[in-house]
């Protein structure tokens, strides 16, 4: 099973500030095969990130994926008041498909 | 577009059975994995398993052969049976949509899951 990290639990930022989110792998991504997602209280999750980098239909070019085998970031580039939320990366290079834990972006 | 709808029961007694349907609409179950999560109170996600719509199922391990999913492509549905239930299996049950090589890109609205006597 892969064990993805992320780091910080929370970040705390302005809007209008840049926000950078880690997502760590216990081992390799095949095909880097890493996506994120947003949920905001009360949703389901949604899709913004695939194949680490390729932005999801709708997701604003201000969110960027980066990042290759075991090693991923998620970036926005100017927060928005939309943008506060949490934030998971799953893997799904494996039959067994795995989320990290979760970063809370919050209003500092 | 493609809507996803969770049905079933909102509270399960413990070692009880929990059986939930998704229904999908506008559009059509071919060439994707269809795909059950969930997440625990104040938790994060986790993968429970999917279908391929040939019919190839996989499972999370870590349910110990208490999971099984099936699909209807007759009535674009596909269900989620889970067994043996405990406190530990109170959530909110997702379905989606897992197109290959790509995220989970349509989800349900989720559908909240106790365990209680």
């Known amino acids: 099973e892969i064990v993805l990290t992320q780091s910080p639990g929370t970040l705390s930022l302005s809007p209008g500030e840049r926000a950078t989110l880690s997502c760590r792998a216990s081992q390799s991504v095949s095909s880097n095969f890493l996506a994120w997602y947003q949920q905001k209280a009360g949703q389901a999750p949604r899709l913004l990130i695939f194949g680490a980098s390729r932005r999801a239909t709708g997701t604003p070019d201000r969110f960027s994926g980066s990042g290759s085998g075991a090693d991923f970031t998620l970036t926005i580039s100017r927060l928005e008041a939309e943008d506060f939320a949490v934030y998971y990366c799953?893997?799904?290079?494996?039959?067994?498909?795995?989320f990290g834990g979760g970063t809370k972006v919050e209003i500092k | 577009q493609v809507q996803l709808q969770e049905s079933g029961p909102g509270l399960v007694k413990p070692s009880e059975t929990l059986s939930l349907t998704c229904t999908v609409s506008?559009?059509?179950?071919?060439?994707?994995?269809w795909t059950w999560i969930r997440q625990s109170p104040g938790k994060g996600l986790e993968w429970i398993g999917h279908?391929?719509?040939?019919?190839?199922?996989t499972y999370n391990p870590s349910l110990k052969s208490r999971a099984t999913i099936s699909l209807d492509t007759s009535n674009n549905q596909f269900s989620l049976r889970l067994r043996s239930l405990t406190a530990a299996d109170t959530a909110v049950y997702y379905c989606?949509?897992?197109?290959?090589?790509?995220?989970?890109?349509?989800w349900g609205q989720g559908t909240t899951v106790t365990v209680s006597s």
């Open positions: 279908v391929y719509y040939t019919g190839s199922l």
């Open positions: 989606a949509r897992n197109p290959i090589y790509y995220g989970v890109d349509v």
């Open positions: 506008g559009g059509s179950v071919d060439n994707y994995y």
């Open positions: 799953q893997q799904y290079g494996t039959s067994l498909l795995t």
